[in-house]
């Protein structure tokens, strides 16, 4: 759950404590230093004579090519460590062309007869309510690629220089109201010990890249610029999503204790980290991260991962001005299953429309998207587009391990209806001798109430179930957790959620099929014994948080764990079970977090 913004009142005199968002985990202290992006804050409005908005036209497109060229070069000219992350850049690349931002951009300049600075401010202020009231995060925090991405038009618009850090000749803390990917790409890991934004996401680009780099970051301060003067003395804790500006002795002393065991702990784990997750009475567990991105698959793999877990693949669709062909899509797909192979690769179908409506599908507005026409439910009614997506995850199939998972069923009927498109794209593949692999692992997403009650009937027709904690949470106790009001009552522990995971793991291991959880719920360490009680012997999470799952996880022994779980599930409240939960386990895991 994301943490609230605010500004805490000072500690002790010249101490003061920004609340942020927890971007990155670790600890970093050092100096400020304030990147003064500005940006162009005023545009005027001026009006174009008939005879001139061809060429104001013409002015707007040179900018874009200008800006497309700029980041073409920042791609170009990225350090080694950086290049797995060049696809965000050249995403944006793709967005500077985008139907919404760019065609849009210029009819407002024709029908308004505006200047290109004003239609481009129109369109993207239109564009940002869009974004930031879906309630996925992830795709909400897309809106900070559309911001990057109009910002370097408009500076090229007004002649202004771009941001330009690469300079940086001593060790600090950046500061900024916001950071590209372009810009977080010009880093200097052995100068820059962390950053903090005014803007930005958790699952922004620029907070990816900081997981990635592993280097502390906290997000959506909201006043950090205004607040922090350079050279200020700055900790960030990255775990709680912190920045103490000018911290009494007293807060330096005890934060350079927790860095330093931060960093053992992490070189601990680190050399354990592609060991087997194997408890103390000898079961093995699979441990598998979660993906957006392609390029995210290194993340997994050098973190240890047992495979891809969940593998988002909305991003394509979201990024670009039409939906993807089928080789733009089986040659990422393919990217991803090589590097993992012979590891599992499980791809979840299209979950479009809804909450993460994408400009072009020229779908109606509905007034609750996410109950709406959104996932399977999109896709059924849409067969030539899933069909795309089919026949590129069957094609992808022939290079490594991969399965497949549809999201948000609800229904028996519609996983036979998934079943029989499958048979007929897989028929259409191999009349056309296109070499694909049919026989692979087809699963669902359980993450609907309707879902984990047919679960006996659903179970005849699937290989494996995959337990989406967060929407299960969210549609079971009705609560919206962007909902600041109630996102409170968001709660995994809550006895509800326990007895809905123990009913699907009793017909998982009834049916003889297979069983994981890719909910927020497996990433973190004080829920394992839960989960191993509950029968849950393969979990996906954040890359970063394998390795500390991992050794939470050698930690344990299955039998105890079994042992307790009916403790656990006899309490009455989500306080009930945490209490008794901290009482067995608590001491044993506190040496695996990552903060004492």
């Known amino acids: 759950m994301d943490s609230v913004n605010k500004t805490v009142e000072p500690e002790a005199e010249g101490e003061t404590l920004l609340q942020g968002l927890p971007a990155s985990p670790g600890i970093c202290i050092g100096k400020a230093y304030l990147v003064h992006q500005g940006g162009v804050t005023v545009v005027k409005k001026y009006f174009i004579h008939e005879s001139k908005l061809e060429a104001e036209k013409n002015r707007f497109k040179t900018a874009v090519k200008k800006s497309s060229d700029e980041l073409r070069q920042i791609i170009r000219d990225t350090p080694e460590e950086f290049q797995e992350h060049a696809d965000i850049l050249k995403t944006h690349v793709m967005l500077l062309n985008d139907k ?74 950046l500061v900024a109201q916001d950071l590209s990917p372009a810009e977080t790409s010009q880093i200097h890991l052995e100068r820059v010990k962390g950053f903090v934004t005014d803007l930005g996401g958790i699952a922004s680009h620029t907070g990816i890249i900081a997981r990635s780099l592993q280097i502390p970051a906290v997000l959506g301060l909201e006043t950090a610029t205004r607040r922090i003067k350079n050279d200020d003395l700055l900790i960030v804790d990255g775990f709680k999503g ?75 669709y979201m990024s670009g001005n039409r939906f993807p062909t089928e080789f733009e899509l089986y040659d990422k797909y393919r990217d991803v299953v090589e590097v993992m192979a012979p590891k599992p690769v499980v791809i979840r179908t299209l979950d479009i429309n809804g909450d993460k409506a994408v400009s072009y599908t020229l779908q109606s507005e509905e007034a609750n998207p996410a109950m709406g026409l959104r996932a399977i439910r999109y896709c059924l009614k849409k067969p030539e587009i899933f069909k795309t997506q089919l026949r590129a995850i069957l094609r992808a199939a022939v290079h490594g391990n991969v399965r497949l998972l549809i999201p948000m069923i609800s229904s028996y009927e519609e996983v036979l209806a998934t079943k029989q498109i499958f048979r007929e794209t897989a028929d259409a593949l191999e009349s056309d001798g296109i070499p694909c692999n049919r026989n692979i692992d087809i699963g669902i997403m359980v993450e609907v109430p309707s879902t984990v009650i047919l679960a006996d009937i659903i179970a005849r027709e699937v290989d494996f179930f995959s337990i989406g904690t967060n929407d299960l949470i969210q549609y079971s106790m009705a609560i919206d957790r962007q909902n600041r009001q109630v996102a409170h009552l968001f709660d995994p522990l809550h006895p509800a959620i326990l007895r809905m995971v123990k009913r ?89 977090c990552y903060t004492e």
């Open 100 to 173: 919404m931002l760019y065609n849009k951009s210029i009819d407002t300049i024709e029908s308004d007869r505006v200047n290109a600075e004003w239609a481009l401010r129109k369109v993207v202020s239109h564009l940002k309510p869009v974004f930031m009231n879906m309630s996925d995060g992830y795709f909400r925090d897309r809106w900070y690629d559309i911001a990057n991405v109009s910002d370097r038009i408009m500076r090229n618009l007004s002649g202004e220089a771009p941001v330009d850090i690469r300079n940086i000749d001593k060790r600090v803390i």
């Open 242 to 316: 912190q920045v103490l500006i000018n911290p009494t002795e007293e807060n330096l002393i005890r934060y350079e204790e927790q860095r330093g065991r931060f960093e053992i702990r992490i070189a601990r784990m680190s050399r354990g980290a592609q060991a087997p997750a194997e408890t103390l009475d000898g079961m093995k567990i699979r441990v598998m991260g979660n993906i957006e991105l392609p390029e995210e698959v290194v993340s997994v793999r050098d973190h240890g991962g047992d495979g891809i877990g969940l593998y988002r693949t909305e991003f394509q």
């Open 504 to 592: 699907v793991s009793d017909v998982a291991k009834e049916t003889g099929i297979g069983l994981a959880m890719c909910g927020e719920m497996a990433g973190q360490p004080i829920n394992i014994p839960i989960l191993l009680g509950l029968g849950i012997e393969e979990m996906s999470m954040n890359p970063r948080s394998i390795p500390l799952i991992k050794q939470s996880i050698r930690a344990l022994s299955v039998q105890e764990t079994r042992d307790f779980i009916g403790e656990a599930l006899a309490q009455s409240t989500a306080a009930d079970v945490r209490r008794v939960l901290e009482a067995a386990y608590g001491c044993k895991l506190s040496d695996n």
